[in-house]
């Protein structure tokens, strides 16, 4: 099982862009799915967007055009493209990595997007 760090966040003005990265300790190559997920304040974690191993990606509508998700296995890692961001982006951000009956969390890192 990988271990997966996020880094990247931080305080941005509405408008900004941030570009966040997810390391896996290992390949990423045998996990079906990489997807990055938020969870605001008093809020459920929700899916933000996904990246599956052959390349297909997949954004919750309120981040679509704004957000772009990709992988580079050679370098186990994975990322999310942040532009036009709004303060209801503000949340911290979990990178997830999926398999058959095995799903693997970072520890998130913060994004605050200030008005």
């Known amino acids: 099982q990988v271990q997966l760090v996020e880094s990247g966040g931080g305080l941005v003005q509405a408008g900004g862009s941030l570009r966040l990265s997810c390391t896996a300790s290992?390949?990423?190559?045998?996990?079906?799915?990489m997807g990055w997920y938020r969870q605001a304040s008093g809020k459920q974690r929700e899916l933000v967007a996904s990246i599956t191993n052959g390349g297909i990606t997949n954004y919750a509508d309120s981040v679509k055009g704004r957000f772009t998700v990709s992988r580079d296995s050679a370098k186990n890692t994975v990322y999310l493209q942040m532009f036009s961001l709004k303060p209801e982006d503000t949340a911290v951000y979990y990178c997830n990595a999926k398999r058959i009956f095995l799903s693997t969390w970072g520890q998130g890192t913060q994004v605050t997007v200030s008005s």
């Open positions: 290992g390949s990423i190559s045998s996990y079906t799915s």
